[in-house]
């Protein structure tokens, strides 16, 4: 199966409706395994072919597309957030419940997304946006990130998915280092499983 949603993949609304909760809840479920917290003020979502899916069906749900030219964009616009092949692609949310506290945060910690790296292995990987969404001023509360896997990143999801080597022989982190704000965290065993192989 791509990585990327495919048109035959999309259901029409009322083919949708009728698995829409099943398929909802179990993505809720695949959500909890690749969703880790950063610190106490960001969450980072690894994004997958069924993350992407639900997007693109209930975007359409609720604007009532239908039209072929509107759904191909959608399909495109949701498929962006998994970057490349060889790139895993995540959601950073900052996550502070008052309104305030959270615009002073955003505006101190402009360029945050910019300070995430993702450690495979080896590999120490630099989260790169998309310029276009980027913000002169401030973070946005919401961020694409894309991290491209390098060869040896690669090899070390390949492992694991082929069980050759065990989690603990290897380093799986997330870590933002910015002026505004640091935190690092090692990825959980289920965040690890879920993402090993799905480039490969």
Known sequence: MSRHVERNEVLPLGEYESVREPFRARIIEEKKRRRVKLGDRVTVLFESHDTVLLQVQEMLRTERISRENAIAHE??????????????????????????ERVRFMKAAKGLAGAVSLTIGSSVLKATIDPARDHADRSSAVVYLIFALDE???????????????????????????????????????????LAGETS
């Open 152 to 194: 040896a990143a690669r090899a070390t999801l390949g492992k694991i998915e082929r069980r050759q080597i065990q989690q603990t022989e290897a380093i799986f982190r997330l870590a933002v280092d910015h002026p505004a704000y640091q935190a690092t965290t090692d990825l959980p065993p289920e965040t690890v499983a879920s």
């Open 75 to 100: 399909i495109e616009t949701y498929n962006a957030l998994l970057g490349g092949p060889d790139d895993l692609g995540a959601t950073l949310m900052i996550e502070i419940e008052d309104n305030d």
